[in-house]
């Protein structure tokens, strides 16, 4: 009987799962990713604002990132929001501006910790800018990024606009996973951009129309991934959120198993509160394809993660448990064990094999070779630029973690255990 419900539900992912990719690949076939080649025409004042927080080691790269951009210099405005930081950061911050007293550097420091939103907020409140940029301090961006992103604000219906983003010096396997993810959910992004289902504009350059963020209001403070909170509530006023693949901007990532834990788990917990706050968006047609798709998919993605989970731990101890239980009957004698089991092997037969499991096995592996060939044809990558075993490594290995962190996830959210950012 267990068997039984295990297969349904088994092909109940499958089905799920394999809608989903037909509409995304679909999608791709119909509307293709090839960015058009627009042509700036006029050169707007842009603020770039840049959070940071204990971020000695990188700031000055990221700051000096922007003022390399192929941009002119009198329309660029930086502003840096040092959120009570406990290194070098105030110090860096204030050097980086002395040393360019050519360029507009504006520094706000804050006398206590408030969080990524509030810096956001402080810097809006001041931004001159008719576009504001939010700026991670740990990512350098392309010295060609407003070329290409500003001209695609003519359209008046646009509040967002996305770079391609990817992994900063990648090192260890960690590293390596998170190089091939950005990758493939960058590729997704592109896809999802086409129909208006883009659900998270991340902290690297996200470039917003600031008369957009007026009409929909300021960065929610107390939320643990304001990027996808804002977001939705662009795509709940019906703007239109780009996501560009030809210009890149390149991020730090987690180096450690416990840094990756901490960050996924406030990503995914803060898209399953904020799945809570908006669910008045799922299955709503109102919304298009992004209520009707994108919004279902992304609430049950984490019910779906955590039970693969037990699904693949169920399959791991399933035959040890076995192995034990027909030990037992033979008092533990390994050498009557082995031969009871040599015999079973010699007659094996072909209609033994579990079917359900081995057509679900490989049409999965199927499906995601061919989206990682896509995704590193369009995010402009090379399989070994990593090195071999960084892309078997993620297909083995990326599934099995991430259904963990959602699993616990679930876990603190039963318990009431949030966060602060």
């Known amino acids: 009987m267990y068997v039984t419900i295990t297969s349904i539900l088994i092909w109940v992912i499958y089905i799920i799962s394999l809608f989903f990719l037909t509409f995304w690949f679909l999608t791709f076939l119909e509307k293709g990713l090839k960015d058009k080649d627009l042509k700036i025409k006029s050169f707007p004042l842009v603020t770039v604002t840049i959070p940071a927080y204990n971020e000695e080691m990188g700031l000055a790269e990221t700051v000096n990132s922007v ?66 940029v939010c700026l991670d301090a740990d990512s350098v961006i392309e010295s060609n990024a407003l070329e ?32 091939c993810e950005y990758l493939i959910n960058l590729f997704y992004k592109g896809i999802m951009g086409k129909v208006d289902c883009v659900h998270v504009s991340p902290g690297p350059f996200s470039v917003y129309r600031k ?18 909170e804002i977001t939705l509530r662009m795509q709940k006023a019906h703007y239109k959120i780009v996501q560009l693949l030809n210009t890149s901007v390149y991020t730090r990532v987690p180096l450690t198993w416990k840094g990756f834990y901490k960050q996924r788990n406030r990503w995914y917990k803060g898209t399953m ?13 109102k919304y298009g394809d992004f209520g009707l798709i994108q919004m279902p998919k992304i609430f049950i993605s984490g019910f779906l993660a955590v039970f693969v989970f037990f699904l693949i731990v169920y399959h791991l101890l399933r035959p040890l448990f076995k192995w ?31 079917y359900t499991n081995i057509i679900f096995g490989v049409t999965s592996l199927i499906l995601a070779l061919t989206i990682l060939k896509l995704s590193f044809r369009y995010t402009k990558e090379r399989y070994s630029n990593q090195g ?34």
């Open 67 to 132: 003022m390399n951009l192929k941009y002119p210099k009198d329309k660029i405005e930086i502003i840096i929001v040092n959120d009570c930081s406990k290194d070098k950061t105030k110090e860096i911050a204030m050097q980086l501006k002395r040393d360019n007293s050519d360029r507009d550097i504006k520094i706000i420091n804050h006398k206590i910790n408030q969080g990524k939103g509030k810096a956001m907020n402080n810097a809006l409140a001041i931004a001159k800018g008719e576009f504001f």
């Open 148 to 179: 290409k992103m500003i001209p695609v604000f003519e359209n008046k219906n646009v509040s967002t606009v996305l770079p391609l983003m990817k992994v900063k010096n990648p090192k260890g396997i960690i590293g390596k996973l998170q190089w």
């Open 211 to 228: 008369k957009a963020l007026d009409k929909v209001g300021s960065f929610h403070e107390n939320n643990l991934t304001e990027d996808l």
């Open 273 to 285: 509160m904020n799945m809570f706050g908006y669910k008045d968006m799922i299955m709503n047609k």
């Open 324 to 354: 034990v239980y027909n030990a037992s009957f033979v008092n533990f004698n390994l050498d009557i064990f082995l031969a009871t089991t040599y015999k079973s092997i010699i007659n094996f037969n072909l209609l033994d094999l579990n």
């Open 388 to 421: 071999w075993i960084s892309v078997p490594a993620y297909l083995i290995l990326y599934g099995i973690i991430a259904s963990g962190i959602w699993l616990g996830v679930f876990i603190d959210l039963i318990f009431r255990r949030i966060q602060k950012w």
